[in-house]
């Protein structure tokens, strides 16, 4: 064979093994970034899908009740009931979702502690109070979204989801038959070998590989940056109502997300106001707001935001697992009139898709079905997390990192860059962060000798 046919023969190896090679390195580098990530929202993800059924056990000596026979009492006799206890002003009442269990009362105490007290809809009495949203299922979302460590999180959330894509899309390269036998769908060896923790990480993850990228653009509408630019192009210029659907009413400039419990695509929405009374006017009261929420036909388990001033308003909002059951009212406090009326189905086309995404991602939108199916990818993402530790710490070098070398021929990382430019621009954060890891894989490689590079 003459020198010119196997230099065409190698070439085109060579350019393959390059490839291969700038590949493997940036999901050596994704990994090493997200997978501590990955496995702390695996953990607290899986818990949250249960979250009803976790609370309801953890916290059963005040959110359960015995069923009984009869009318519950009214929600102001509740009120009522509970600001005995906790001395104070009511701010929001919440049904109780189910007969079995106890209704909420949020009241801004006299020490200045916003606190959640449970009352038994059926006798009255207080079953105990708590600080508001510090049940156990409460503190487990909060670390999901890592709102404990302030608003950087939110920045954080979004890097993560970046480069996850960016994880799944390169493993799905490098897991590519390329005419292997094995390792596709199959895994071969023994544990103790390293060619078994690369397919059980590679074959599992080809499988849970679109789910995690599924939960991570899901995820992202609570980022930072891209979450907050998609948040205002989805609430548009009407402060998160749907266009068409808000009427012509002074607005307080409170956003019902600090009120209440809201869906995302309406965390910029604000509350409206009651147009000031006549000096003889009263208010309706909340036994009659009630009334006229449930006579408009509001999911059990609403919350009524109770009016704070002579121009609030009695803001009703429910969001149960069937999405189309959605809904938010907002009625005069003096003549029980809404003014403003929304539900999914007002949603544009873009809230919609967003508000379905986020509702299958909390595994709330088919039920028990979803709840055990994102158990799984979570348990997957996990066994990823663990397979890809121990398949690193088989192969990595006496004191060294162990990351995958690099191509012999820089160019192969053109086409590589260029994706990955196209993926900072769609997401702004991820997108500094590949500069930053650039940076600092160019300065590492400058420092190293190219034969170790």
Same mark, same amino acid.
């Given at each position: 064979?003459?020198?010119?046919?196997?230099?065409?023969?190698?070439?085109?190896?060579?350019?393959?093994?390059?490839?291969?090679?700038?590949?493997?390195?940036?999901?050596? +580098?994704?990994?090493?970034?997200?997978?501590?990530?990955?496995?702390?929202?695996?953990?607290?993800?899986?818990?949250?899908?249960?979250?009803?059924?976790?609370?309801?056990?953890?916290?059963?000596?005040?959110?359960?009740?015995?069923?009984?026979?009869?009318?519950?009492?009214?929600?102001?006799?509740?009120?009522?009931?509970?600001?005995?206890?906790?001395?104070? &002003?009511?701010?929001?009442?919440?049904?109780?979702?189910?007969?079995?269990?106890?209704?909420?009362? $949020?009241?801004?105490?006299?020490?200045?502690? &916003? @606190?959640?007290?449970?009352?038994?809809?059926?006798?009255?009495?207080?079953?105990?109070?708590?600080?508001? &949203?510090?049940?156990?299922?409460?503190?487990?979302? !909060?670390?999901?979204?890592?709102? +404990?460590?302030?608003?950087?999180?939110?920045?954080?959330?979004?890097?993560?989801?970046?480069?996850?894509?960016?994880?799944?899309?390169?493993?799905?390269?490098?897991?590519?038959?390329?005419?292997?036998?094995?390792?596709?769908?199959?895994?071969?060896?023994?544990?103790?070998?390293?060619?078994?923790?690369?397919?059980?990480?590679?074959?599992?993850?080809?499988?849970?590989?679109?789910?995690?990228?599924?939960?991570?653009?899901?995820?992202?509408?609570?980022?930072?940056?891209?979450?907050?630019?998609?948040?205002?192009?989805?609430?548009?210029?009407?402060?998160?109502?749907?266009?068409?659907?808000?009427?012509?009413?002074?607005?307080?400039?409170?956003?019902?997300?600090?009120?209440? *419990?809201?869906?995302?695509?309406?965390?910029?929405?604000?509350?409206?106001?009651?147009?000031?009374?006549?000096?003889?006017?009263?208010?309706?009261?909340?036994?009659?707001?009630?009334?006229?929420?449930?006579?408009?036909?509001?999911?059990?388990? +609403?919350?009524?935001?109770?009016?704070?001033?002579? $121009?609030?308003?009695?803001?009703?909002?429910?969001?149960?697992?069937?999405?189309?059951? *959605?809904?938010?009212?907002?009625?005069?406090?003096?003549?029980?009139?809404?003014?403003?009326?929304?539900? !999914?189905?007002? +949603?544009?086309?873009?809230?919609?898709?967003?508000?379905?995404?986020?509702?299958?991602?909390?595994?709330?939108?088919?039920?028990?079905?979803?709840?055990?199916?994102?158990?799984?990818?979570?348990?997957?993402?996990?066994?990823?997390?663990?397979?890809?530790?121990? @398949?690193?710490?088989?192969?990595?070098?006496?004191?060294?990192?162990?990351?995958?070398?690099?191509?012999?021929?820089?160019?192969?990382?053109?086409?590589?860059?260029?994706?990955?430019?196209?993926?900072?621009?769609?997401?702004?954060?991820?997108?500094?962060?590949?500069?930053?890891?650039?940076?600092?894989?160019?300065?590492?490689?400058?420092?190293?000798?190219?034969?170790?590079?």
């Amino acid at each position: 064979m003459s020198d010119a046919t196997m230099d065409a023969t190698s070439r085109p190896r060579a350019a393959a093994s390059d490839l291969y090679r700038a590949v493997w390195r940036w999901h050596f +580098y994704a990994g090493l970034l997200v997978l501590p990530f990955l496995i702390t929202l695996s953990l607290t993800g899986a818990a949250y899908l249960f979250r009803d059924e976790i609370d309801a056990i953890v916290h059963a000596d005040i959110k359960r009740v015995a069923v009984q026979e009869g009318e519950t009492l009214r929600p102001e006799q509740l009120v009522a009931s509970a600001l005995t206890s906790v001395p104070g &002003r009511a701010v929001k009442y919440t049904d109780p979702p189910a007969a079995d269990l106890s209704a909420e009362v $949020t009241v801004a105490s006299d020490s200045g502690q &916003r @606190m959640a007290v449970y009352v038994n809809p059926y006798e009255g009495n207080v079953l105990g109070a708590r600080p508001d &949203r510090s049940t156990v299922m409460w503190t487990v979302r !909060y670390l999901h979204s890592l709102r +404990y460590f302030g608003p950087v999180a939110r920045g954080i959330i979004e890097i993560v989801g970046g480069w996850t894509i960016l994880l799944v899309g390169t493993g799905i390269f490098l897991w590519w038959p390329r005419g292997q036998q094995g390792g596709v769908v199959s895994v071969r060896g023994q544990p103790r070998r390293r060619i078994f923790w690369r397919d059980t990480h590679a074959v599992p993850g080809i499988f849970v590989g679109s789910f995690i990228v599924f939960l991570a653009i899901t995820g992202l509408p609570w980022s930072q940056v891209w979450g907050g630019k998609v948040n205002e192009w989805a609430n548009g210029s009407n402060f998160g109502y749907p266009s068409g659907v808000r009427v012509d009413v002074p607005m307080s400039g409170q956003k019902l997300t600090d009120q209440a *419990q809201t869906s995302w695509s309406l965390e910029q929405a604000q509350i409206p106001e009651t147009t000031p009374p006549a000096p003889e006017a009263t208010p309706i009261g909340l036994d009659a707001a009630v009334a006229r929420l449930e006579g408009l036909g509001l999911h059990p388990g +609403y919350a009524v935001v109770l009016p704070s001033s002579p $121009t609030g308003v009695y803001s009703g909002s429910v969001y149960p697992d069937d999405l189309s059951q *959605q809904r938010v009212v907002h009625l005069d406090q003096y003549d029980g009139k809404p003014l403003v009326d929304m539900s !999914y189905a007002d +949603y544009g086309p873009g809230g919609r898709w967003l508000e379905f995404g986020i509702n299958t991602h909390m595994g709330q939108q088919f039920g028990l079905a979803n709840q055990i199916l994102l158990l799984a990818v979570c348990a997957g993402t996990i066994l990823l997390a663990v397979s890809a530790a121990l @398949m690193w710490w088989k192969r990595r070098p006496s004191r060294s990192l162990g990351v995958p070398p690099m191509p012999q021929d820089p160019r192969v990382f053109r086409g590589l860059l260029a994706i990955l430019i196209v993926g900072g621009i769609l997401f702004p954060l991820t997108g500094a962060s590949l500069l930053v890891m650039l940076a600092l894989d160019m300065g590492l490689r400058r420092l190293r000798k190219p034969s170790l590079a």
